[in-house]
């Protein structure tokens, strides 16, 4: 069983608000990635990691910062959500180790921007 | 095009029936992954290949690595298997995934 967890599961906000998603890992997995998804479409990278202080830009531009101070810890921040980022958000990680690990995948964050 | 192509793109049977779903790619790649998708929008990785077939339970996955396809089979299908499948690719050039649109499968007692 993988321990990635995400928070808030759901998430419903007005227009010009200020959202951080939350992702944590227990594994001490190395790498981290934020996916964006959009109903019934195929995920894309928006975000990754390879370690603490190590962030790099997607294949899918997206108006969202992430940080990671923290291995554990990769969180995603909206500074002034729109109707435009209305989609669902996977964070997912994975060990260095060897190559080509899997991913393990957390629950989702559902967002919704009135 | 997708890179990574699914068929079919939805699927209803019979608790019982025999499943495949199918999975090509147009990239080179390290790896291929199996994952499935719950309504509630979690996903599991099932799978992991680079070559030839793995089973997991009444899931079984295979690879031709030449023809760039693969196909997920599910033997005596229940209705708990009912979900999005997703096949993904690790592109050998830059090591990230690239995902196909899905497979819903929806099982029926």
């Known amino acids: 069983e993988a321990d990635i967890y995400q928070t808030p599961r759901y998430l419903v906000i007005g227009t010009g608000k200020k959202i951080t998603l939350e992702c944590s890992q227990t594994?001490?997995?190395?790498?981290m990635y934020w996916y964006q998804q959009d109903p019934g479409m195929e995920l894309h990278l928006i975000h990754y990691?390879?370690?603490?202080?190590?962030?790099e830009k997607g294949d899918l531009s997206s108006e969202s910062t992430v940080s990671r101070i923290r291995t554990e810890h990769f969180p995603l921040t909206l500074e002034s959500a729109r109707p435009s980022h209305t989609s669902q958000y996977l964070c997912?990680?994975?060990?260095?180790?060897?190559?080509?690990?899997?991913?393990?995948f957390g629950d989702g964050t559902r967002l919704s921007i009135l | 095009k997708n890179e990574v192509e699914q068929s079919p793109q939805n699927l209803t049977a019979q608790e019982g029936e025999f499943i495949t779903i199918n999975c090509s790619y147009s990239?080179?790649?390290?790896?291929l992954h199996w994952l499935q998708q719950h309504p509630g929008g979690g996903i599991v990785s099932l799978f992991m290949?680079?070559?030839g077939k793995k089973k997991h339970g009444r899931l079984i996955a295979t690879i031709n690595i030449q023809e760039k396809h693969s196909s997920l089979h599910i033997t005596a299908s229940h209705p708990r298997d009912s979900a999005v499948y997703i096949c993904?690719?690790?592109?050998?050039?830059?090591?990230?995934?690239?995902f196909g649109t899905g497979t819903r499968l929806q099982v029926f007692p």
């Open positions: 290949l680079s070559s």
């Open positions: 997912a990680s994975s060990d260095t180790g060897q190559s080509n690990q899997p991913q393990h």
């Open positions: 990239v080179g790649i390290s790896a």
């Open positions: 990691s390879y370690g603490v202080n190590s962030t």
């Open positions: 594994m001490g997995h190395d790498k």
């Open positions: 993904a690719v690790r592109s050998y050039n830059t090591d990230k995934l690239i």
